[in-house]
């Protein structure tokens, strides 16, 4: 799997969008981006993830440069709730078992969320 | 989604007691689940990887004789922690291959200490 880059921790105000950057410069042509967040003392959550195209769901967008080096995960309106590490995962498919599971998760990005 | 439901979140234990962690899927069928661990402000560490019917497969220096995987059917895999030490005192967290999403849930976690 591709190393990735995040910044240690982001503030953010509530109702402002959250832009969280992830630096992935060796990510090589089959591999996705994966964003994950983890709120305090809870197990990790899937928020999305992508190859070459922008994608959007009900929790984020995701946004990867054209040359696929870096990635910015934007939370459109931040609320408190939003506060957790986030984390971005660069892995290869199929999404096997094997890559799944041995996802190296790294240090995140700690964002919180001020009122 | 998928929800995959980890008992108990929390757990206080005294030295040399073995203590049982759950992950039970819900609506849907897990046949293979990981186990990890996260010790505060780090990441998360692969622990082992079950397959219902099957033996867990340990990461390297994961003892296998001290944390015991049973992965009996389809919607249950324990993890028991066998006399357990301070040391072992840390987040648990279980993750199923499950429908949906990106493919794989993450249980809610179990905060392990033991005294």
């Known amino acids: 799997d591709a190393k990735t880059t995040q910044p240690t921790s982001m503030d953010c105000a509530e109702g402002r969008a959250a832009n969280l950057p992830c630096n992935h410069s060796?990510?090589?042509?089959?591999?996705?981006v994966y964003w994950y967040r983890q709120i305090h003392s809870q197990g990790p959550q899937y928020i999305i993830h992508?190859?070459?195209n922008n994608e959007t769901n009900e929790m984020a967008s995701l946004i990867i440069t054209e040359d696929r080096k870096s990635s910015t995960l934007i939370l459109p309106h931040a609320t408190l709730r939003d506060t957790a590490v986030y984390y971005c995962?660069?892995?290869?498919?199929?999404?096997?078992?094997?890559?799944?599971?041995?996802?190296?998760f790294g240090d995140g990005t700690t964002l919180t969320v001020k009122p | 989604g998928a929800v995959v439901s980890q008992h108990p979140s929390w757990v206080i234990c005294k030295s040399g007691t073995s203590v049982k962690i759950e992950c039970r899927s819900l609506d849907f069928q897990a046949t293979t689940m990981f186990w990890y661990r996260q010790f505060p402000k780090q990441s998360l560490m692969l622990m082992a990887t079950?397959?219902?019917?099957?033996?867990?497969?340990?990461e390297q220096g994961v003892e296998k004789d001290k944390f015991l995987i049973n992965h009996a059917s389809l919607t249950l895999s324990t993890l028991t922690v066998t006399s357990a030490h301070p040391e072992d005192s840390s987040f648990y967290i279980c993750?199923?291959?499950?429908?949906?999403?990106?493919?794989?849930?993450f249980g809610s976690g179990t905060r392990l200490t033991v005294v």
């Open positions: 060796t990510i090589s042509g089959n591999e996705y």
């Open positions: 079950s397959n219902e019917g099957s033996k867990a497969t340990y």
């Open positions: 993750r199923a291959a499950s429908p949906g999403g990106e493919g794989y849930t």
């Open positions: 992508g190859l070459k």
């Open positions: 995962i660069v892995r290869g498919v199929p999404l096997s078992n094997t890559n799944a599971g041995k996802s190296t």
